[in-house]
């Protein structure tokens, strides 16, 4: 059980386009999904935490305007980077939790790289 | 705030031993939760052990114990019996109390030589 699947796990794309990921719990409903940038070499860095029909929490110094999140079902939420640039090429991984989990259980990630 | 603190950027250990990941935490909250995950070259992150704060008992889950102290604020990570399938990178990381989000530490980069 808790499993967390994430599409796509790659995304190659050109400077100024949109790309959205998708984070889905299969087996759980999901009352909160975190979204989270790791850098190569380094831990991960939470940005922000969405929660089922409301606007999602953003952690300081990440842009909501860049980095879009929907949570609009129980199990599903996407995060949008738009007009991305190389900068924002990364390892971006969700999570999800339900109501009464302590722990979160994480997607595979997506690499994303921006030319 | 809430910091973690894993002081140990690579363990190298020979197959079969046991091996101890260091982790220390800082929080002035009275509950809190402790988790180690492992992250293999693949990059997904996988759930090992959680430890509430106010659990008596130190938490096990098969070949992984966490050591939990709660007056020296340190939750280390105990892998017994170590395969070369351990091999990968290892984060302790925290929940404060009232929040479900996650702070990480720096991890530790395990390496188990056959």
């Known amino acids: 059980g808790a499993v967390v699947s994430q599409h796509p796990s790659w995304v190659i794309c050109k400077s100024g386009t949109s790309v959205k990921i998708e984070c889905r719990s299969l087996?759980?409903?999901?009352?909160?999904m975190f979204w989270y940038r790791q850098f190569p070499k380094q831990s991960l860095m939470l940005m922000a935490t969405s929660n089922e029909g409301s606007k999602a929490t953003y952690e300081q110094g990440v842009e909501k305007d860049k980095f879009l999140i929907n949570h609009a079902s129980l199990t599903l939420s996407t995060l949008t980077v738009t007009s991305a640039h190389p900068e924002d090429s990364s390892f971006y991984i969700c999570?999800?939790?339900?109501?009464?989990?302590?722990?979160?259980?994480f997607g595979p990630g997506t690499r994303l790289l921006v030319l | 705030a809430q910091k973690i603190t894993q002081t140990q950027p690579g363990m190298f250990v020979q197959e079969k031993e046991a091996v101890t990941l260091d982790c220390t935490y800082d929080?002035?909250?009275?509950?809190?939760?402790l988790f180690w995950y492992k992250q293999p070259s693949s990059g997904e992150m996988i759930f090992l052990i959680y430890q509430g704060s106010y659990d008596e008992q130190n938490a096990t889950e098969g070949r992984y114990s966490l050591n939990f102290q709660k007056a020296r604020k340190s939750a280390n990570l105990v892998i017994s019996a170590s395969q070369l399938g351990d091999s990968a990178m290892y984060f302790c990381?925290?929940?404060?109390?009232?929040?479900?989000?996650?702070?990480f530490g720096q991890g530790t980069r395990l390496t188990i030589n056959p």
């Open positions: 990381a925290m929940s404060p109390q009232g929040a479900q989000k996650l702070v």
């Open positions: 087996d759980f409903q999901a009352t909160t």
């Open positions: 929080t002035s909250d009275q509950s809190y939760g």
């Open positions: 999570s999800a939790t339900g109501q009464l989990q302590e722990t979160q259980y």
